[in-house]
């Protein structure tokens, strides 16, 4: 069994946690439809699983993870609408239909991603007045590094510079891999660990994990953006290329990056060798990630 097929059960307490957020959110009728209109158009639900099965697989409860799992969902959600922005990566398209600001304008689009991103952080912060504890706390604290200035929004300024910038090469593109992509992947993963109160050793090995899984997912993402096709990738493809970004493929050619995401996952599986049989969805994910197509 693989692991979206051994994650469902997690995917749908999360489906069912977000309607119950959305649904008490309180937010103004045009608002609600911009922020659910992103947040409820599919995906993988890939942060907030692998929140919920790390907290699991190391012993702690789902539930006292499920907030900053749905947390982490809409922090992800509100980086996309503002990615698509036509002042970031002018995307007309998300998950095969319209981008968010093609159906409600840009400023919507805007005010839907802070709305996100600021409840996001209102649901963190009830689950840590309900739980104070320091796993709690910290817990937060690794979404919050994930997605902020030293995290997933350093990687995306770097990553815009980097289309304009000479002499741009393998040490800004490692930044951005590990920051734009792989620090949320990290934090997924260290919320559900600090929740289940992992030891240091295991926070180690996870974050060692987090880092090269996301430096990996990035690595096929910008294989996808050249052999890829709309319908599995539900995006605008070749960009990538006509806006000049700086990937492996720009670096490297498509041989070597291919060869580089290998040894990425190979490394991303030893990462995680102190969990033995217990991490074995974890190594599936890993080693998975180099045949995507989505």
Known sequence: MGFAEATKEYREKIEAALSGYMDSCGAPEQLRAAMEYSLKAGGKRLRPVLT?????????????????????????????????????????????????????????????????????????????????????????RAVSLGAGVSGMVAGQVIDLASETAENTGIDELRFIQANKTAAMIKAALLAGAYIAGASQEQMIALGQYGELYGALFQ????????VGDFEGMGKTLGKDEAENKLTYISLYGMDRAKDLASETAHQ?????????????????LALSCLSRRS
Do not use: W
Request: with cysteine.
């Open 52 to 140: 919920l099965y790390t907290c699991n697989m190391l012993g702690g409860d789902v539930e006292r993870a499920l907030p900053y799992a749905c947390a982490l969902e809409m922090i992800h959600t509100y980086s996309l609408i503002h990615d698509d922005l036509p002042c970031m990566d002018d995307d007309d398209f998300r998950r095969g239909r319209p981008s968010n600001h093609k159906v409600f304008g840009e400023a919507n689009a805007v005010l839907a991603g802070d709305g996100l991103l600021s409840y996001a952080f209102q649901i963190m912060l009830d689950a840590v007045k309900a739980d104070l504890t320091e796993n709690a706390i910290n817990a937060a």
């Open 219 to 226: 690595m096929t993402d910008d294989i996808l953006d050249v």
């Open 268 to 284: 991303a599986v030893e990462a995680i060798s102190i969990f033995e049989e217990r991490a074995e969805l974890l190594r599936e």
